[in-house]
């Protein structure tokens, strides 16, 4: 079942296979990854939630040795444990982080991706890497019918679901803690919950509470959908 978000469903699955070629420098640096830690996850990370969710969180990529490694996204490093204790304490995640995807969390109403699915070098993705995971992200977008709102970590996520909605980037510049009404989603900005953002003071952990507090308040107010 399709929103009406993304015109038509895209022809392709709203999840990359975890040996996805597309994009050649991404494989390189996944296999010389794999051959050194061969019990890592080392692929394109799948998303983590259900369909049926009303947020739609969105990261940049996997983190070499967080979801690159451990197969869930924002699992197994410093932005993951900032992330999950904000979902658990705003009520978008039941259970114990444990910074391992077999702890047993479940989100709630929530679905957790990223621009980009497979870990870039130095966290940067070329734009070309960007463009060619666009197929997924947009087909992800596709198949979750009950979206209302998004949150984008950081300008690439941001620049990626404004790509993928196909409306112009100078409409909604991005900035931490801006709302966007985008049809019949919310987008609401943050900057990306990195050890570097923190560790420089450019995000607080009441920054980020901030903006999920703006969420939370957003989609309790939400006509016509179920209650939690
Ligand atoms: S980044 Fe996306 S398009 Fe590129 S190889 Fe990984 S899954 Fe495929």
């Known amino acids: 079942m399709a929103n009406t978000l993304i015109s038509s469903v895209p022809d392709c699955p709203p999840e990359a296979p975890r040996d996805c070629p597309r994009c050649t420098r991404l494989v390189a640096f996944r296999d010389a990854s794999a051959a050194a830690n061969p019990g890592w996850f080392n692929g394109a990370v799948p998303s983590f939630g259900a369909d049926a969710a009303r947020l739609l969180i969105v990261g940049l990529a996997p983190g ?3 979801a690159n490694r451990t ?6 490093d410093y932005a993951g444990d900032l992330l999950y204790s904000t979902l658990l304490a705003f009520g978008f995640a039941r259970g114990t982080y444990r910074a391992d995807p077999k702890d047993g969390l479940q989100l ?11 870990v870039p070098p130095g ?3 070329l734009p070309q890497e960007i463009t060619s ?3 997924y992200f947009s087909s992800r977008l ?10 984008a970590l950081g300008r690439v996520a941001h620049d990626q679901t404004l790509a993928t909605l196909g409306v112009r980037k100078a409409l909604y510049p991005f900035k931490h803690g801006a709302r966007h009404e985008i049809g019949q989603v919310v987008l609401f900005d943050s900057l990306h919950c990195s050890r570097l953002n923190t560790n420089t003071g450019r995000l607080t952990t009441a920054m980020f509470h901030d903006v999920f507090r703006d969420v939370r308040a957003f989609l309790d107010q939400d006509h016509g959908t179920p209650r939690r």
Request: proline share 8%.
């Open 64 to 66: 070499l040795k967080g």
């Open 71 to 76: 197969g869930r996204p924002f699992t197994g």
């Open 133 to 135: 995971c666009r197929a």
């Open 142 to 151: 596709a198949h979750l019918p009950r979206l209302r709102a998004m949150v």
């Open 108 to 118: 709630v109403d929530c679905m957790i991706t990223n621009a980009v699915r497979c």
């Open 123 to 125: 966290n940067k993705p």
